[in-house]
């Protein structure tokens, strides 16, 4: 049962003199962050609300084997004090293991905006058996937009769950092994850094950083001056999940382009060869250009094969432009827009105002 004291501390809404209304998390407290959730859940329920914030002060929030927190209503702004200092997380059972059961959160909102804040799924992977689907973030919505959002498991991390749906990173953070951004819709990278961890304990096994099923979208998974970080286990790119699956590294930095495995997109697709992946102006961390003039890949899924140029030329590396794969949303300018609303947001919270 939740503690009255909690919900009385913070549902009380607030309305700026911009009118922009809050709920503020007490630090640290579970109860108080779900009651929260809940709150907006409710409050923001219809399409048209406007824009809720939440405000999360720093404090581990640990859901142990809860899963699956919804988000179900419209314009919430989950807005942490730092990205360091506020931990969400979960440890779902091995038991309860799959890409559809163990997310810390599942959202089915609209225009949801996520600030300075880290999630994790703590399945234990290493020890999980064949697989070990831990979500952090199952997208079911639209309009998402991420910004400085670190987020910490192995595989399966971050799923964007509906065919057409349109999701956006700003300089966010992800780890993962294998699969660990997967799915549909088109989903975009900007000035991210992406983290592959061990694909095993001892280091042995390979990771596969993207496995989109997109089909119903244009541009699919799309990385623009994202830094990939990677230490043990050797990686690939992307390799296909099934249907139509598109993925784009522009202008990437490899930190140890060693470990970058020589096909660079993994040729063996778990149900499909109909992929476009493509990578251009890829660098190493002194940034010298490290893309060869021509990477044909052999994509073979049992009897079928598919022969396919993965190096795309400058003209066409200029159509992924954040404002080419998003003419009209441009969730660029709008998470400058609410990074500075978030701002205010937080002085007056921490000020006690």
């Not at 382009?257 to 493509?278: I, Q």
Request: glycine share 6%.
């Amino acid at each position: 049962m939740i503690n009255l004291k909690y919900v009385i501390s913070l549902v009380l809404l607030t309305v700026f003199s911009s009118a922009t209304a809050q709920i503020v998390v007490e630090a640290g407290s579970v109860e108080s962050l779900l009651a929260a959730i809940d709150k907006a859940n409710r409050q923001n329920a219809d399409s048209a609300s406007s824009r809720l914030f939440v405000f999360i002060p720093n404090g581990v929030y640990d859901l142990g084997e809860r899963t699956l927190t919804p988000i179900l209503g419209h314009q919430i702004a989950l807005v942490g004090e730092s990205m360091e200092g506020v931990i969400i997380r979960n440890a779902p059972s091995v038991e309860n293991e799959g890409i559809s059961k163990t997310a810390v959160f599942l959202n089915r909102g609209h225009h949801t905006y996520v600030q300075d804040l880290t999630l994790q799924n703590a399945l234990d992977f290493y020890h999980s058996g064949a697989a070990g689907r831990a979500v952090c973030w199952q997208d079911k919505g639209n309009y998402t937009i991420f910004k400085r959002v670190r987020m910490l498991s192995y595989q399966d991390t971050y799923y964007s769950h509906s065919e057409e749906c349109y999701h956006y990173f700003e300089d966010s953070e992800v780890h993962g092994t294998v699969d660990f951004l997967c799915g549909a819709g088109d989903v975009y990278f900007n000035h991210c850094l992406i983290v592959t961890e061990k694909r095993n304990l001892d280091g042995s096994g390979e990771n596969v950083i993207v496995a989109p099923r997109t089909s119903d979208t244009k541009y699919g998974y799309v990385f623009n001056h994202c830094t990939v970080r990677n230490d043990v286990s050797p990686f690939y790119f992307a390799r296909a999940w099934h249907t139509h699956p598109r993925c784009v590294w522009l202008n990437t930095t490899l930190e140890t382009p060693e470990k970058l495995l020589s096909s660079r997109f993994d040729p063996h697709g778990l149900r499909t060869v109909d992929t476009e992946f493509f990578e251009y102006n890829t660098m190493d961390a002194d940034g010298r250009v490290i893309t060869p003039e021509s990477n044909v890949v052999p994509f073979v899924v049992g009897d079928e094969l598919r022969r396919a140029e993965t190096v795309l030329p400058a003209h066409m590396a200029a159509q992924y432009a954040v404002e080419k794969v998003f003419p009209a949303w441009r969730p660029d300018k709008k998470a400058r827009l609410l990074e500075e609303q978030s701002a205010r947001i937080k002085k007056q919270c921490l000020n006690g105002q």
